[in-house]
Structures are given as structure tokens and as C-alpha cells.
């Protein structure tokens, strides 16, 4: 079965402190991985996706995120964070199952809400 | 331009109403997907259309009816919808296989 964990259902941090949101998966095959983050009343934001190649892999707003194949993880990090990164984020792999033409569909972890604090 | 619109943004409606989501993109993506998401907890998948054809219906009960009328527009027909249906509705795209992008979503309270 496919399934991504976020074991951290919250994530406190000082402002200016490096941040980690981790994100485990198991897939068969190679997987495809995404960052998403929500702010209050609002959609999912795009953050980063990991499809192939580096395994260091650079976003929007500073986020990066690291593939991991012997650990199965794929954790988003910033250096630096910021209070307006409080946000619920979510991880997130592609369903490879196929269903008609469409392969595009994705299995979320539960989310973890970051809270950055000045 | 990676923006998907949606309206209305706030929909309140009696359990007997008639009532429509929409959802629009310009960005040439061929796949289109409504979720439903309660408070705090991950988006779940409720039907996806690729190519303008209903590819997947993830068990979704029938008083919720999707359209897609053309390859920019996706709607979702609401009919006597139950209070547990209130939630906030999110429409994304996507290049097949390709990361998705969502709309802002609309807020809907069944009374």
C-alpha cells in the first residue's frame, strides 16, 4: 500500500532558527514527492517536488527538502524561518496506481502545523 | 500564470437547495480534481477529469454531480446536501503527472 507519515502533528520554532518538518513514504517503485503548504482559509500552495535527480531539492519562499532513499523520507527544511511561515504543511506522493489516463492523483500526509514564534 | 479561481468563495445553503461550485483555469492543464477538506486534516480526493472525462469518482454520493464543460471550467452541481457536508472545497489542475495546483477553495455550511 502507498501512504506517507508526518509523525509531528506540530512544529514549534524560534524565529531565525533553522526549521524541519519530516515526511516518510512507502511506495513501490520510485516515488514522487511533493510539498504543500496551507495557510488559514486558504488552498494548498505548492512549495517543491522531488521527481528524479539531485536529491537536495529547492522551492518557493526558501523551503528545500531533502530525498533520502534508504530512509524513505523527504523532510522540508529553511535555514532561517520565519513567523509568516506558520502554516500547516503538508507532504505529500503521487498515487501510482493507474485509474484511465490520469496519474496525476495524490496520497497527503495527515499535516503538521509549524508555528514560528519572534 | 499558475492560478486556478474559484466561486463562490462562501456558499451557505438549506438542505433542500440547489446550489453549484465553479472552478476555472487558464493554464492548459488537462486534468482537473474536486476535494473536500474538513478543519485541519489533509485533503481527500473526491473526483478527478482528465482530458474532460470523469477518469475517477472516488465513491462520492450522488447528491454531489461534477461537470467539466470544457477544458477550463469544472464545476460541482450540489443537491440536498447533509450538514456533514459542510467543508471547504478545493478545486486543482495539473499537466497529468504533474504537480497539482489549487484554487482558493470554497467555504460551504449545509444548514
Known amino acids: 500500500a502507498q501512504s506517507v507519515a508526518q509523525p509531528e502533528d506540530q512544529v514549534n520554532v524560534a524565529e531565525g532558527n533553522p526549521l524541519t518538518v519530516k515526511c516518510t513514504y512507502s511506495?513501490?517503485?520510485?516515488?514522487?514527492l511533493f510539498w504543500y503548504v496551507q495557510y488559514p482559509n486558504r488552498g494548498l500552495q505548492f512549495l517543491l517536488k522531488?521527481?528524479?535527480?539531485?536529491?537536495l531539492v529547492k522551492g518557493s519562499y526558501g523551503f528545500e527538502a531533502e530525498f533520502n532513499k534508504s530512509q524513505t523520507s523527504f523532510h522540508l527544511k529553511k535555514p532561517s524561518a520565519l513567523v509568516s511561515d506558520s502554516a500547516l504543511y503538508f507532504c505529500?506522493?503521487?498515487?501510482?496506481?493507474?485509474?484511465?489516463?490520469?496519474?496525476?492523483?495524490?496520497?497527503f500526509g495527515k499535516g503538521t502545523k509549524l508555528s514560528v514564534k519572534p | 500564470d499558475t492560478e486556478v479561481t474559484q466561486t463562490p468563495k462562501h456558499l451557505v445553503m438549506g438542505m433542500t437547495n440547489k446550489k453549484s461550485l465553479k472552478c476555472e483555469q487558464h493554464?492548459?492543464?488537462?486534468?482537473m480534481y474536486w476535494y473536500k477538506q474538513k478543519a485541519k486534516k489533509p485533503p481527500e480526493l473526491m473526483f478527478v477529469?482528465?482530458?474532460?472525462?470523469?477518469?475517477i469518482n472516488e465513491s462520492v454520493p450522488s447528491r454531489f454531480s461534477p461537470e467539466c464543460p470544457n477544458s477550463s471550467l469544472l464545476n460541482l452541481h450540489l443537491h440536498a446536501l447533509q450538514p456533514e457536508d459542510s467543508a471547504l472545497y478545493l478545486c486543482?489542475?495539473?499537466?497529468?503527472?504533474?504537480?497539482?495546483?489549487f484554487g482558493p477553495g470554497t467555504r460551504l455550511t449545509v444548514t
Open positions: 493554464m492548459g492543464h488537462r486534468a
Open positions: 486543482a489542475s495539473s499537466q497529468t503527472r504533474s504537480e497539482q495546483y
Open positions: 522531488y521527481i528524479t535527480g539531485d536529491n
Open positions: 511506495v513501490s517503485g520510485n516515488p514522487y
Open positions: 477529469y482528465s482530458y474532460e472525462k470523469l477518469s
Open positions: 505529500a506522493v503521487r498515487d501510482m496506481r493507474r485509474y484511465g489516463g490520469s496519474q496525476g492523483n495524490l496520497i
